[in-house]
C-alpha cells in the first residue's frame, strides 16, 4: 500500500475530525452542524479559515481563542489527532478493500457518541441513526462490489442481536443501562458483523471489563463509589475500535480453538504422556 494513500486517509482524518468537534458542541443542543459558521462559544466571533486549520490552530494560538483569549479545551485538537491517528491505522489494516470506507464512517460516529457520553453523559439519537444509517449504505456497496451479501444478513443479525441483548438488560435493570447504550450496542453489531459474529463479542467484553477496571480504579483512589456514574458509551465505542484494530488474532485464535475441540483434537501441544 502506498504511502501515499495513507497520508491523504490521516489528511481526511484530521478534517473529519474538525467536523466531529462541531457535532459533538451542537447535536446535544439541538443545532445544526451546518450554520452558522464556527465561533467562539464565549465570546461569539467567527473562527477564521487561518485559525481553522485542525491541531495546527491551536498550537499557533497558545491554545487560546485569538479575540478573546479564553482557553480553548484540549477535546478539540484530541478528537482531530485522534481521529487522524486511527484512521492511518485502519488504512494500514484493511488497506484499499472496499470494507474501509465503512470502518471509517464507523469509527468517526463512535468517536463523535464518545465525546458526547464522555462531556455530557449523553448518546445523541441525531448521532447514532446517521452513523447507522452511513456505515449501512457502506457496507452495502461493499457487498454490492464484492459479491459478498451473505455478510449482509451477518450484519443485519449482529445488529439485531445486540440491540436485543442490551434492550433485555436495560428491561431488566434499567439501572446498568440508559437506552442510549442499548441504540449503540445495535449500531456496534452493524459496524462489526460484516467481520463475524465474534468481534462484536469482542467488543462488548473488551469494553464491559475496560468499564468495571476503570470503575475499580476510581473506587480504589476515592474518587468515585458504586453509584457514581460512568460514561458507559465511552468503553464500548474503545471495545469497538480495538475489536476493528486487534481483534482479528484473538478471534481466529478462538475460533481455531473451538474447531479443535469440535473435532476431538488434542489442544496441548507438549509431549505425549504415557
Do not use: K
Not at 2 to 15: E, K, N, Q, T
Not at 73 to 80: D, F, G, I, T
Not at 229 to 240: Q, S
Amino acid at each position: 500500500m502506498s504511502s501515499i494513500f495513507v497520508i491523504f486517509v490521516g489528511l481526511l482524518g484530521l478534517a473529519v475530525g474538525s467536523f466531529l468537534n462541531v457535532a459533538v458542541s451542537r447535536v446535544p443542543a439541538g443545532l445544526s452542524v451546518v450554520r452558522p459558521r464556527s465561533a467562539c462559544p464565549p465570546c461569539a466571533t467567527p473562527i477564521a479559515a487561518r485559525d481553522n486549520i485542525p491541531v495546527v490552530s491551536w498550537l499557533l494560538l497558545g491554545r487560546r481563542c485569538r479575540a478573546c483569549r479564553v482557553p480553548i479545551p484540549a477535546r478539540y485538537p484530541l478528537v482531530e489527532a485522534l481521529t487522524a491517528l486511527l484512521f492511518i491505522a485502519e488504512a494500514l489494516r484493511f488497506g484499499r478493500s472496499e470494507v474501509l470506507p465503512a470502518v471509517l464512517v464507523f469509527t468517526a460516529g463512535l468517536l463523535a457518541l464518545a465525546a458526547c457520553d464522555a462531556e455530557r453523559f449523553l448518546l445523541p439519537r441525531r448521532l447514532v441513526y446517521p452513523t447507522l444509517g452511513l456505515t449501512s449504505a457502506c457496507l452495502l456497496a461493499a457487498a454490492a462490489a464484492t459479491g459478498q451479501w451473505h455478510r449482509l444478513g451477518v450484519t443485519a443479525a449482529c445488529g439485531v442481536g445486540g440491540f436485543a441483548v442490551f434492550f433485555a438488560l436495560h428491561w431488566v435493570r434499567p439501572a446498568w443501562l440508559g437506552f442510549g447504550d442499548v441504540r449503540l450496542a445495535g449500531l456496534l453489531g452493524t459496524g462489526l458483523g460484516w467481520l463475524g459474529p465474534w468481534y462484536l463479542v469482542f467488543a462488548l467484553l473488551a469494553g464491559s471489563v475496560a468499564g468495571l477496571l476503570v470503575g475499580i480504579a476510581l473506587m480504589t483512589a476515592g474518587r468515585a463509589t458504586r453509584r457514581t456514574r460512568l460514561p458507559f458509551g465511552v468503553f464500548l465505542a474503545a471495545g469497538a475500535i480495538a475489536a476493528l484494530l486487534v481483534g482479528a488474532p484473538v478471534v481466529h485464535w478462538y475460533e481455531s480453538v473451538s474447531d479443535l475441540n469440535a473435532t476431538g483434537a488434542p489442544l496441548t501441544t507438549g509431549p505425549h504422556q504415557p
